[in-house]
């Protein structure tokens, strides 16, 4: 029973390293810098601007947006020499949702190596969402039904007014009828 139990548990513990490990070739292919994306959450019809050290100085890499619906783009050293930078545009068609971005290097001693990053694509962005819910209905309503409380402070003193009198007027009633006064 023990020797059960004992076999039972280091199979759990390899398959548990097993799932939480990344693939080998992931782990390869990201090994010496992964490939940033920025911004990394986006709307569809915005322009992304990915970058990686993996290529080495003076280094070039293709990058390929496909998955998103964007196609190839070219990675290019900036100014700074280590880094290769490219943009693309995220297809107005494209659909909510999470897409590996993958740029393979060319020259400079890294050629063949691959680096990916995640982009994700939302319909409204946090923004967006955010001012939604903070803007506040301001000013009047014309429904053309009229109210107690207008823009024009004489006549709602003038309806307050009113008012009151026709509320002294009818305790005053009811407290005749209550006494038992004739009117």
Not at 121 to 133: H, P
Not at 164 to 174: D, Q, Y
Request: charged letters at 15%.
């Amino acid at each position: 029973m023990r020797k059960a139990r004992l076999l039972t548990t280091a199979a759990l513990a390899v398959a548990s390293a097993a799932l939480l490990a990344p693939p080998a070739a992931a782990a390869a292919r990201d090994a010496g810098g992964g490939l940033e994306v920025h911004p990394s959450t986006v709307m569809p019809g915005s322009t992304v601007t990915v970058d990686t050290t993996a290529c080495g100085s003076d280094g070039t890499a293709t990058g390929d947006a496909s998955a998103v619906g964007a196609g190839t783009f070219t990675l290019a050293p900036d100014t700074q020499k280590e880094n290769a930078t490219g943009t693309f545009e995220v297809p107005p068609s494209a659909q909510p949702g999470t897409y590996e971005i993958a740029a393979q290097c060319s020259g400079s001693g890294a050629d063949g190596k691959q680096v990916a990053g995640d982009l994700v694509v939302t319909i409204t962005s946090t923004a967006a969402a955010r001012d939604e819910q903070q803007v506040a209905p301001k000013g009047h309503v014309k429904t053309g039904v009229g109210g107690a409380l207008g823009p024009d402070p004489v006549q709602t003193a003038a309806g307050v007014a009113a008012l009151a009198v026709a509320a002294a007027g009818g305790t005053w009633l009811l407290h005749r009828r209550a006494r038992g006064d004739r009117i």
